[in-house]
């Protein structure tokens, strides 16, 4: 089970920065070596046009939705956009009905009315009245806790999804919602409670933490945003925090530099995910220089 691992708080990291999406967006720490600086990436191979993987954060602050004019430029050029997930209407119903409880199940009977309790008061403060709680697994109730209360919805990769179908551009995704939501959805029933009970007792020092890892986002500070990801791995079940970082990062990571290669090989792709898949050596950058691509920092 949890324990005393801050699962609430890896959890906020993962929901900013990895940017998956339904209703809102959907973090986990990673090994600190590797690039420390930059946001957007020319990846290039001989034989192909250059394509550019851009890192993202959930966020509709208007500093972050307002690209830079290096992002600007990256973005107009290419051919194509491929996101972590394609945000149509399919995948947002898919990604929704994930988050319920079936066969007549209820959130109270799962995790005790005092917990409920917490947690309904909490989600009222987001919009999301009880009789919609009720019914949420307990690690999508945990998911919804750990998010900034939205006011425009209008969320980076909201942003991007939205420009490249006005610009006519194919858009692609590197993982399905199914994939995404397996995450949460393949932890053991009691690992899911302890999330939630972690993120009731945590959601008061969310503004905080999100602040700090926004202004390290701004300053294209990626090793600031890995060491906030350290420090919320420093305590707790070590064993289970890695496996939940394994299955977050590691695992996704492969499988997004190999779905994403045929688009780079191709050349004249716009990569977005979320800023902390990266860095590291288990990292997208890494990884895909492994694969003999030349990756380099865009000023």
Known sequence: MVGAVSF???????LVCLGMLFSQTLNAALPSSGPAHGLLWEISSPGSSPSYLFGTIHSEDAGVIS????VER????????????????D????GSTAMLLTEGRRLSEIVGKSLFEQAAAALRTRGIPDAVTEHMKPWAAAT????????????????????????????????????????????PLEDQVGLLRDAVEQVAGLDAMLDELLAAYKRQDLAAMVA?????????DQRLAGEFQRRLIVDRNHRMAERMEPWLQQGG?????????????????????QRGYSVRAVK
Do not use: W
């Open 144 to 187: 919804a806790l750990s998010m900034p209360v939205p006011e425009t919805g209008r969320v980076l990769d909201v942003v991007l999804f939205q420009r490249a179908q006005q610009a006519g551009k194919p858009l692609h995704g590197l993982e399905t919602i199914a994939e995404q939501l397996e995450v949460f959805d393949g932890l």
């Open 8 to 14: 609430g708080r890896i959890l906020r990291l993962y």
């Open 67 to 70: 690209l830079a004019p290096a």
């Open 228 to 236: 906030i990801n350290e420090a919320a791995m420093a305590t707790g």
């Open 74 to 89: 990256a973005f107009t050029r290419c051919r194509r956009v491929i996101l972590e997930v394609k945000l149509d209407t």
């Open 269 to 289: 792709a716009f990569v977005a995910v979320g800023a902390l898949h990266l860095p590291g050596e288990q990292g997208l950058l890494r990884l895909l220089e």
């Open 91 to 94: 995948a947002l119903v898919a």
